[in-house]
T-cell receptor, first 111, second 114 residues
C-alpha cells in the first residue's frame, strides 16, 4: 500500500518567515495530494490540494509543489502569522477516495 | 447547519465496557469514514463505507464494528474496550466518484479508557 513520509515533525518559525513542509510518497499511481490543517482541539480541514497533472498551485500565502518523478510534494507558507500555528498533514491518494496521511508537522509561529 | 457531527464529544469509560460513537453528515455524501488519531497525532483510517457498504477495513481489531443504517450515518461500536483504544476518533465524509474529493471531518470524539 501507499506510504507517506512527512518532515519535519515540528517546525518553529518567527512571524513573517516562510515555512516549508515536505512529503514523499511511495506509490507512483498516486494522483491526488491534499494538505489538511488541524488547529489544537479542532478537526482537520482541507487547505489546499494538487492533482498529478499540475506541478504547482497557489492560494494567497500558501502554495504546494509536486515533483512526480521524485515522488515528493511540499507545502510552502509565506509571511507566516501566529494563526498559522497548527498541525499540518499531507496525504496521498491512489484509488477510490482513500487517503494515506503523513504523520503530521506541528508548526509554531512565534510573534 | 453542522456538516459532519459526532456524539458524544467526550467518552470516559472503564476497561472491558462496550461503547458506541455516532456520526451523521448532512452534505449528501455517499462515502463515510472512521479515523483514529492517537496521542502522537497520527491519523489512521479504520473504515470506509460507500452507500452503506464497507469498502475499506484496515487492520483493526474485530472488537471495532462499524454500522451504517443509511448513507447519512456511520456509527462505530467498540466491544471490550482496552487502554490502547484511548484516542480521538474522527468521522469524515466525501462525495463519491473518484479520488479528488475533499473529506469533511467531524469534530472528533475523545475516548479515554481507564
Amino acid at each position: 500500500g501507499e506510504n507517506v513520509e512527512q518532515h519535519p515533525s515540528t517546525l518553529s518559525v518567527q512571524e513573517g518567515d516562510s515555512a516549508v513542509i515536505k512529503c514523499t510518497y511511495s506509490d507512483s499511481a498516486s494522483n491526488y495530494f491534499p494538505w489538511y490543517k488541524q488547529e489544537l482541539g479542532k478537526r482537520p480541514q482541507l487547505i489546499i490540494d494538487i492533482r498529478s497533472n499540475v506541478g504547482e498551485k497557489k492560494d494567497q500565502r500558501i502554495a504546494v509543489t509536486l515533483n512526480k518523478t521524485a515522488k515528493h510534494f511540499s507545502l510552502h507558507i509565506t509571511e507566516t502569522q501566529p494563526e498559522d500555528s497548527a498541525v499540518y498533514f499531507c496525504a496521498a491518494s491512489t484509488g477510490y477516495s482513500t487517503l494515506t496521511f503523513g504523520k503530521g508537522t506541528m508548526l509554531l509561529v512565534s510573534p | 447547519d453542522t456538516a459532519v457531527s459526532q456524539t458524544p464529544k467526550y467518552l470516559v469509560t472503564q476497561m472491558g465496557n462496550d461503547k458506541s460513537i455516532k456520526c451523521e453528515q448532512n452534505l449528501g455524501h455517499d462515502t463515510m469514514y472512521w479515523y483514529k488519531q492517537d496521542s502522537k497525532k497520527f491519523l489512521k483510517i479504520m473504515f470506509s463505507y460507500n452507500n452503506k457498504e464497507l469498502i475499506i477495513n484496515e487492520t483493526v481489531p474485530n472488537r471495532f464494528s462499524p454500522k451504517s443504517p443509511d448513507k447519512a450515518h456511520l456509527n462505530l461500536h467498540i466491544n471490550s474496550l482496552e487502554l490502547g483504544d484511548s484516542a480521538v476518533y474522527f468521522c469524515a465524509s466525501s462525495r463519491q466518484g473518484g479520488n479528488f474529493n475533499e473529506q469533511f471531518f467531524g469534530p472528533g470524539t475523545r475516548l479515554t479508557v481507564l
